[in-house]
């Protein structure tokens, strides 16, 4: 018997995002994948997410720059300034960087600390 939630699921009438809304991928969204089966083997679909692109740092409105000291790291600076450590990719995005580990170094490094993209602040 086909279960009629699994068929609203399937056919995207129901949108469905196991994801909390802060997570960098919450707004991708899901596709599947069903590759080919051997004869008289059901295929299986694979669920994934897709792929999210990385907007451009000038989408960002800057709410004010830091400069990192020794001891910083990514997910001290998003909980310092957006209060929730897993925030730290907003960080990343915003300032152009493609290796996130070293984000907060060397000691001295200016980081901007932003407003989430294409959200205008009061000067734009």
């Known amino acids: 018997m086909v279960d009629p939630l699994q068929q609203l ?15 960098r991928y919450a707004g991708v969204g899901t596709a599947q994948h069903v590759a080919d089966a051997e004869p008289g083997v059901e295929p299986v679909p694979v669920a994934f ?10 989408r960002f409105s800057t709410l004010y720059e830091v400069r990192c000291v020794e001891g910083d790291r ?3 600076l998003a909980a310092r300034h957006y209060g929730d450590p897993e925030l730290w990719w907003r960080l990343a995005d915003a300032n152009g960087v493609i290796d996130p580990a070293g984000m907060a170094g060397p000691p001295g490094r200016v980081v901007r600390v932003t407003l989430p993209v294409d959200m205008r602040g009061a000067d734009g």
Not at 9 to 23: F, I, R
Not at 49 to 58: A, F, G, H
């Open 74 to 76: 990514r997910d001290l």
């Open 9 to 23: 699921l399937s056919a995207g009438v129901v949108p469905q995002n196991p994801l909390p809304p802060t997570s």
């Open 49 to 58: 997410l897709r792929r999210r692109l990385v907007p451009k740092p000038e």
